[in-house]
């Protein structure tokens, strides 16, 4: 058919055709076409069925039906739906439906291979983020794009290796025949090296098979198990009933102590399976049973941790502030007495110690707040000698430098891994809060432990044989085969005039 030959009538006048018609009115096509009479009456039999037929509907759309049905694309809908693009966009908005953008709309699309909640769940439960993009064959940014559309909090990289760990423990766990037969013939230490597990892992299996346990363990927690014995006899090893399952290495009722003793490898983030919050975990379940828990980790200085031990038992010398005298000590004497007795080293500011004769007893060091411009000051040590308890000694030190400095704050942190860090709230401080876990770098083949200030990411690329900027700080880190270890976090602890 060709309109464009087609006479008409437009309007009470005749026309050779549409085209014509369009020419001399400046009408559109659709109106003139509208309006017009087909001059032969047998064009207009031709063209009656003409073109795409109409689709008709009784009934409009539910909304149901119209959410179903649009995924952004009002022409696509509206096609779908047999109705109008007009009509779908009065749909939208009777029945409240938010417009879709086209990237929204390309999500969407993409989405349509998006598992469940439940199976995405059950197969975060048993896999890294890598893995499980390997498996649905997407990217980590849809994967996380699932993880927030699904309220799915995202692991850090030490609580999915734990979680790896544990599904390799059940995997390797031996019978109790075949565990039998190897401890008659291995302690403890032997058989964790043979399957390459942390011994409170085959002492949990030893447990559960109801094997009697022979308390062997490595030779520096037992060192540390007979000096504690040597101070008191009420410490006992390997207890699980305290803060059960989980095992605490030494312990004593009598003096609400307990001691974990942590070897870096089988401690680790990677190596050992241990999540940020494991240390800080122990310490809490200890605190809420009344016990002050010493985390020792394997590149402690051990007789500091001994010193540290008998001041906890009462076994040290008492000496009275009230005998002692205060002196300002310059930074080498200071730096000596730091090292010798204090498990974080020297720290530098201005140093106060307290004599009892000529004899340096316990030292502290202030500076200007490092981490808050709240503060005036920061306590950044405190330090006693290893064989004397001073009954007072830090509130005389701390009320000294306060009055001579004519100070207005202070802010001191107490590591958790040693103590509550009580001996501040004896100086007037308030316990604020308490800061997450802090992490250590550590080389296993090395056994040792290196301050992340250290490894600052913008510190890298000087200090690693393997560095990419686009990489993070920790990625970095685990690309030259360094592991992380995590503590149990600081007490925040403040002072005001």
């Known amino acids: 058919m060709n309109y464009s030959i087609t006479p008409i009538i437009f309007r009470d006048k005749r026309y050779n055709s549409i085209k014509e018609a369009i020419e001399q009115t400046g009408l559109s096509r659709y109106n003139i076409k509208k309006e017009s009479i087909y001059v032969n009456s047998t064009d207009a039999q031709k063209f009656q069925d003409f073109g795409r037929a109409p689709k008709t509907i009784s009934v409009l759309p539910t909304k149901e039906q119209t959410i179903v049905t649009y995924k952004g694309s009002v022409r696509k809908a509206a096609r779908q739906l047999g109705i109008t693009e007009p009509i779908m966009n009065q749909l939208l908005t009777q029945y409240n439906i938010p417009k879709i953008s086209l990237s929204e709309a390309i999500i969407l699309k993409s989405d349509n291979r998006r598992p469940t909640k439940e199976h995405l769940l059950k197969n975060y439960n048993m896999c890294s983020v890598e893995q499980l993009c390997a498996y649905y064959h997407v990217g980590r940014s849809k994967l996380f794009r699932w993880f927030k559309q699904y309220d799915i909090a995202i692991r850090s990289l030490g609580e999915t290796a734990s979680i790896k760990t544990k599904l390799r423990h059940e995997m390797i766990r031996p019978t109790k025949e075949v565990l039998e037969a190897h401890y008659k013939k291995n302690n403890i230490y032997e058989i964790a090296l043979e399957y390459?597990?942390?011994?409170?892992?085959?002492?949990?299996?030893?447990?559960?098979?109801?094997?009697?346990?022979?308390?062997?363990?490595?030779?520096?927690?037992?060192?540390?198990?007979?000096?504690?014995?040597?101070?008191?006899?009420?410490?006992?090893?390997?207890?699980?009933?305290?803060?059960?399952?989980?095992?605490?290495?030494?312990?004593?009722?009598?003096?609400?102590?307990?001691?974990?003793?942590?070897?870096?490898?089988?401690?680790?983030?990677?190596?050992?399976?241990?999540?940020?919050?494991?240390?800080?975990?122990?310490?809490?379940?200890?605190?809420?049973?009344?016990?002050?828990?010493?985390?020792?980790?394997?590149?402690?200085?051990?007789?500091?941790?001994?010193?540290?031990?008998?001041?906890?038992?009462?076994?040290?010398?008492?000496?009275?502030?009230?005998?002692?005298?205060?002196?300002?000590?310059?930074?080498?004497?200071?730096?000596?007495?730091?090292?010798?007795?204090?498990?974080?080293?020297?720290?530098?500011?201005?140093?106060?110690?307290?004599?009892?004769?000529?004899?340096?007893?316990?030292?502290?060091?202030?500076?200007?707040?490092?981490?808050?411009?709240?503060?005036?000051?920061?306590?950044?040590?405190?330090?006693?000698?290893?064989?004397?308890?001073?009954?007072?000694?830090?509130?005389?030190?701390?009320?000294?430098?306060?009055?001579?400095?004519?100070?207005?704050?202070?802010?001191t942190y107490a590591d958790l891994r040693f103590g509550e860090g009580k001996v501040y709230e004896y100086c007037g401080f308030v316990r604020l809060s308490d800061s997450g876990p802090n992490y250590y770098?550590?080389?296993?083949?090395?056994?040792?432990?290196?301050?992340?200030?250290?490894?600052?990411?913008?510190?890298?690329?000087?200090?690693?044989?393997?560095?990419?900027?686009?990489?993070?700080?920790?990625?970095?880190?685990?690309?030259?085969?360094?592991?992380?270890?995590?503590?149990?976090?600081?007490?925040?602890?403040?002072?005001?005039?």
């Open 196 to 411: 390459g597990v942390d011994k409170h892992v085959v002492s949990g299996w030893l447990n559960e098979h109801g094997i009697e346990v022979n308390l062997m363990s490595s030779r520096a927690e037992t060192e540390l198990f007979e000096f504690c014995q040597s101070l008191d006899d009420s410490f006992i090893r390997n207890d699980r009933k305290i803060i059960g399952p989980f095992e605490l290495d030494i312990v004593s009722t009598k003096h609400k102590l307990a001691i974990e003793y942590c070897g870096i490898y089988w401690h680790a983030e990677i190596s050992g399976g241990k999540s940020r919050s494991y240390h800080r975990n122990k310490y809490i379940a200890c605190k809420e049973k009344g016990y002050t828990l010493i985390t020792v980790f394997e590149t402690d200085d051990i007789h500091k941790v001994k010193d540290l031990i008998r001041t906890k038992v009462g076994s040290n010398k008492r000496i009275y502030a009230r005998n002692t005298i205060i002196k300002e000590i310059d930074t080498k004497t200071a730096r000596h007495f730091h090292e010798s007795y204090h498990l974080s080293q020297f720290v530098g500011g201005e140093h106060i110690g307290l004599y009892y004769g000529n004899e340096l007893v316990m030292a502290v060091a202030f500076s200007k707040s490092r981490y808050s411009k709240k503060y005036q000051y920061e306590c950044g040590r405190m330090t006693s000698h290893g064989d004397y308890t001073i009954v007072g000694g830090a509130s005389k030190l701390f009320k000294y430098f306060m009055i001579s400095r004519n100070a207005s704050s202070c802010v």
């Open 441 to 497: 770098y550590i080389n296993p083949l090395k056994t040792m432990a290196y301050s992340r200030v250290k490894y600052q990411k913008h510190k890298l690329n000087a200090l690693l044989p393997i560095y990419d900027k686009t990489l993070s700080e920790s990625q970095n880190m685990f690309n030259n085969k360094y592991d992380r270890i995590f503590d149990c976090g600081n007490a925040v602890y403040a002072w005001y005039k």
